[in-house]
């Protein structure tokens, strides 16, 4: 069974400085990675995914994570963080497909302030 | 095109009381997953439909919890009666049953149990 950890409960970073969420996957086969985000009172938006290919992966608002197969890593990153990136992520990996289905398990997020 | 929408987006009932929760997928996409966060704790997978058929449903915790969809669209999830640890939010997704699909969230019914 796959599974995920984040080891970070909660970060600060100061506007305008450099981001990086940690994520560490254990699964056996090729995982599918996805990185969600969900800002108070709302819900999960997908910020990027990682299937096969390039292993630096570009997602909305700035964000980009990368893949290291050797260290079963896929953290996120972002060079300079906004004030509106003050949110939960997630680290999440899918399991391959088969017949369609697969079955996303989710880490238990990082929490993330951005002081002024 | 529309999001995956679920209803009510708030809700707060008596322990005991049932609620139903809503979702509709994103069209076309038979895959349908319930999964909710508890207490701030990780989000955890309650069941998949492949179009109105129950696929894995391991993640649901005990009988107090029913899920349908019927006719493949839209799901509904009750809870009967509810618990004070039912407290939490519940999201719906969907996806497209095609190699390397995207999972797409709906914004969560929060539920409150009182």
């Known amino acids: 069974a796959q599974s995920v950890t984040q080891p970070d409960i909660h970060i600060t970073v100061s506007e305008g400085a450099s981001l990086e969420l940690r994520c560490n996957y254990s699964?056996?086969?090729?995982?599918?990675l996805f990185w969600y985000v969900q800002s108070p009172g709302q819900g999960l938006q997908l910020l990027l995914k990682?299937?096969?290919?390039?292993?630096l992966v570009q997602g909305i608002k700035g964000f980009e994570a990368e893949f290291k197969r050797s260290q079963s890593s896929f953290n996120l990153r972002k060079p300079s963080v906004h004030w509106s990136d003050a949110a939960e992520y997630f680290c999440a990996v899918g399991a391959l497909p088969s017949g369609g289905y697969q079955k996303v398990t989710f880490g238990t997020g990082t929490k993330l302030q951005v002081i002024p | 095109e529309a999001g995956v929408t679920q209803f009510p987006s708030h809700s707060v009932i008596e322990k005991g009381q049932t609620v139903t929760l809503r979702c509709d997928p994103i069209?076309?996409?038979?895959?349908l997953y319930w999964y909710r966060r508890v207490m701030g704790k990780e989000i955890k997978f309650l069941l998949h439909f492949v179009k109105e058929s129950k696929q894995d449903e391991s993640g649901m915790p005990n009988n107090r919890f029913l899920a349908e969809r019927t006719g493949g669209t839209y799901s509904t999830l009750k809870v009967q009666p509810a618990e004070l640890e039912d407290s939490g939010v519940y999201f719906c997704?969907?996806?497209?049953?095609?190699?390397?699909?995207?999972?797409?969230f709906g914004e969560g019914s929060w539920l409150t149990v009182v």
């Open positions: 069209s076309g996409h038979d895959n």
């Open positions: 997704a969907s996806s497209q049953p095609l190699f390397g699909n995207t999972i797409y």
């Open positions: 990682y299937f096969s290919g390039d292993t």
């Open positions: 699964y056996g086969a090729t995982p599918y």
